[in-house]
């Protein structure tokens, strides 16, 4: 397997625009996570799926941030509009069942907000 | 949630030397993982280790859940073990949660 992909690796964008990240999960994993790191937060979860299905929101900022996950194979991550403190970089993981299973990380999209 | 306290936060070793890392946690975990975050930023899994020992060349971790604890040995350092080491964990919940890690720098 190719692993969690991520894209695009690198967006730079202006502050008012509109960020859409996208994540394909490992093939067979039921649950999808988004994480932002931040050099003043660190890691932290911003959302996760289980069974495409959104399980725990509380960790997405504000009502400009939203995620989807249409399937099984496919998840995006939307910033709407974007503001400079969204600079960040953004991982997609995955797992094969809940919480109580190895995660594998994607190689992050790193995001620019000017 | 739970909370994950990592030490040493800094480490720098000079290349062949050996090192421990700690991690501590606030409540029991059902889930653990050992992850370095190389310098381009990659989080490349090492252990998946919620309990006993595990060893994978150079690398080994154990975790003690009753008592709360995990550590990773690194054993005859080289430069390319360089970066950041998190020891995510969930308590009883999906969420792995992360420390502050600790960044190891390698030298020649």
Redesign the interface.
Request: hydrophobic residues 25%; aromatic residues 22%.
């Given at each position: 397997d190719a692993g969690v992909i991520q894209s695009p690796r690198h967006e730079v964008t202006e502050m008012g625009q509109e960020v859409t990240l996208r994540c394909k999960p490992i093939s067979g994993h039921n649950s999808l996570f988004w994480y932002r790191q931040t050099m003043m937060r660190g890691l932290e979860l911003l959302i996760y799926f289980n069974n495409n299905v959104p399980i725990d929101d509380s960790g997405m900022p504000e009502d400009r941030f939203s995620a989807k996950m249409p399937n099984a194979s496919f998840s995006t991550l939307k910033i709407q509009p974007s503001e400079p403190r969204d600079s960040a970089v953004y991982f997609c993981a995955s797992s094969l069942w809940g919480a109580d299973a190895e995660a594998f990380f994607g190689q992050g999209t790193r995001l620019t907000v000017v | 949630g739970i909370q994950v306290e990592q030490s040493p936060p800094d480490l720098i070793l000079q290349e062949g030397a050996n090192s421990t890392l700690r991690c501590n946690f606030s409540d029991s975990v059902?889930?653990l993982?050992w992850?370095h975050q190389n310098p381009w930023?990659?989080?490349i899994?090492l252990f998946?280790i919620?309990s006993g020992t595990k060893q994978n060349g150079r690398l080994s971790a154990t975790t003690v859940a009753t008592e709360r604890y995990s550590l990773l040995y690194i054993s005859s350092s080289q430069t390319t073990d360089s970066g950041v080491y998190?020891c995510?964990s969930?308590a009883g919940?999906?969420?792995?949660?992360?420390?502050?890690?600790t960044k190891l720098s390698v030298i020649p």
């Open positions: - | 059902n889930n993982q992850f930023g990659q989080l899994n998946y919620p998190f995510p969930g919940s999906y969420q792995l949660t992360f420390g502050k890690g």
